[in-house]
């Protein structure tokens, strides 16, 4: 039997801390039974704080690790006109 885990990345540009938002911009849902691979989503914020969530998923009763190392927010140039972040948090 396959014990699987899957991670996901999400960020609500409104700076919301419900987990369960629709505004949550959520990156794929990306397993990887092996081995460490970065997650990415990108939005535009909408206020003058972000907020962004961590989730994984496990699947079956095995035993199985899931760890984030960091986030990390990085501004496109060029892109639509957005407020100054003035927080930004991860849940």
Request: charge should be negative; charged fraction near 25%; glycine fraction near 10%.
């Amino acid at each position: 039997e396959e014990k699987s885990t899957a991670a996901q990345i999400g960020i609500d540009p409104k700076g919301g801390t419900d987990p369960e938002s629709e505004d949550i911009v959520w990156s794929r849902l990306l397993e990887s039974p092996d081995c460490s691979v970065p997650l990415q989503v990108q939005t535009t914020a909408k206020s003058g704080q972000a907020t962004v969530f961590l989730r994984h998923f496990q699947g079956g009763d095995g035993f199985n690790v899931v760890g984030f190392d960091e986030a990390v927010l990085i501004e496109q140039e060029g892109g639509e006109e957005a407020p100054h972040l003035s927080s930004f948090r991860v849940y």
